[in-house]
């Protein structure tokens, strides 16, 4: 099992940054993918940005270019430096490892949520 803990969120103005922390504990037999979902009030969960266990990145058609995750090389920490954050980018901010538990049982670990408000 898998532990997800995040830091880092807060409140901003517009322009401004902020950077995102995740410390997983305990472990798992495999990690396929780390990423960070946000979720607005009245929204659904959208991905923000997911890095792989072969380092490509994928991120979220509205935060390309403000946005860089990075995880260091024992996929252990997460993070996400949020450059240019608009009011748009207001949400909770959710820390999460997919991965296999055991031999073909994938499953998705989840933080509790940081909170990021960004004033215009």
């Known amino acids: 099992q898998l532990h997800l803990v995040e830091s880092g969120g807060g409140s901003v103005q517009a322009g401004g940054s902020l950077s995102l922390s995740c410390t997983a504990s305990?472990?798992?037999?495999?990690?396929?993918?780390m990423g960070w979902y946000r979720q607005a009030p009245g929204k659904q969960r959208e991905l923000v940005a997911q890095?792989?266990?072969?380092?490509?990145?994928n991120y979220g058609d509205s935060v390309k270019g403000r946005f860089t995750i990075s995880r260091d090389n024992g996929m252990n920490l997460l993070y996400l430096q949020m450059n240019s954050l608009e009011p748009e980018d207001t949400a909770v901010y959710y820390c999460?490892?997919?991965?296999?538990?055991?031999?073909?049982?994938?499953?998705?670990?989840w933080g509790q949520g940081t909170q990021v408000t960004v004033s215009s």
């Open positions: 999460n490892f997919r991965g296999y538990a055991s031999i073909g049982v994938q499953g998705d670990y």
């Open positions: 305990g472990s798992i037999l495999r990690i396929i993918a």
């Open positions: 890095v792989n266990a072969g380092g490509g990145t």
